[in-house]
């Protein structure tokens, strides 16, 4: 079974572009989840998918920040303008509700770097 | 203020000692994880623990989560090169939504 996948894996923008990071669920998972660890710091949750829909978008930084989820299957999420700020490392994870509900799969990451 | 609060940051010990990590906060947890993170990875799920007091071992990784689900270990024992790495713990906070509250991490460097 193939784990959770995200692309790409390093992406090097100047400030004021835009950047679309796409992920690719394990197939069946319902729950989507973004999460983000800037330099030195923790790894720190931006939202949740439950199928198409948002679930939870409290962590989003801001309104630069855009993610979808279209059909429930794979996301993305677009950061437009980027800003120094947002340089670090994007994670997504995804899991199905079982019975200790907050297990998760992460994927590797795509390293973000906002020059 | 960090929420998790794990320690140490960093550990450097030698092939064949023990260790502990640790990781404390003063919230509750409905549910507690370990992950291992190798360098250009994302974090890999060690453990999940969900009862107060349970204790759960991996061979030699013994996890343990506090009667109060606030607080948790990760006991190493006879540690290995091959046990280096980030060890996250997460916490999915009670009457929360699914999401996962991580610690900072704790770098574990074993040498030969």
């Known amino acids: 079974e193939a784990g959770v996948t995200q692309f790409p894996s390093h992406s090097v923008i100047e400030k004021g572009q835009t950047v679309t990071l796409r992920c690719d669920p394990i197939s069946g998972h319902d729950n989507l989840y973004w999460y983000r660890r800037v330099m030195g710091k923790e790894i720190k949750f931006l939202l949740h998918f439950v199928k198409e829909s948002k679930q939870d978008e409290s962590g989003m930084p801001n309104n630069r920040f855009l993610a979808e989820r279209t059909g429930g299957t794979y996301s993305t999420l677009k950061v437009q303008p980027a800003e120094l700020e947002d340089s670090g490392v994007y994670f997504c994870a995804s899991s199905q509700v079982r019975i200790v509900s907050t297990e998760a799969f992460f994927g590797q990451g795509t390293r973000l770097t906002v020059v | 203020t960090q929420l998790l609060e794990q320690s140490p940051q960093f550990l450097s010990i030698q092939e064949g000692e023990n260790l502990t990590v640790y990781c404390n906060s003063s919230?509750?947890?409905?549910?507690l994880q370990w992950y291992r993170q190798e360098p250009g990875e994302g974090p890999v799920l060690l453990v999940t623990?969900?009862?107060?007091?349970e204790v759960k071992k991996l061979k030699r990784l013994t996890f343990q989560f506090g009667d109060a689900r606030k607080d948790s270990s990760l006991h190493i024992t006879a540690a290995q090169t091959g046990d280096t790495g980030l060890y996250l713990c997460?916490?999915?906070?009670?009457?929360?939504?699914?999401?996962?509250?991580f610690g900072s991490g704790t770098q574990l460097t074993v040498l030969p």
């Open positions: 919230s509750v947890f409905s549910s």
């Open positions: 997460a916490g999915a906070l009670t009457g929360s939504a699914r999401q996962l509250t």
């Open positions: 623990v969900v009862t107060g007091g």
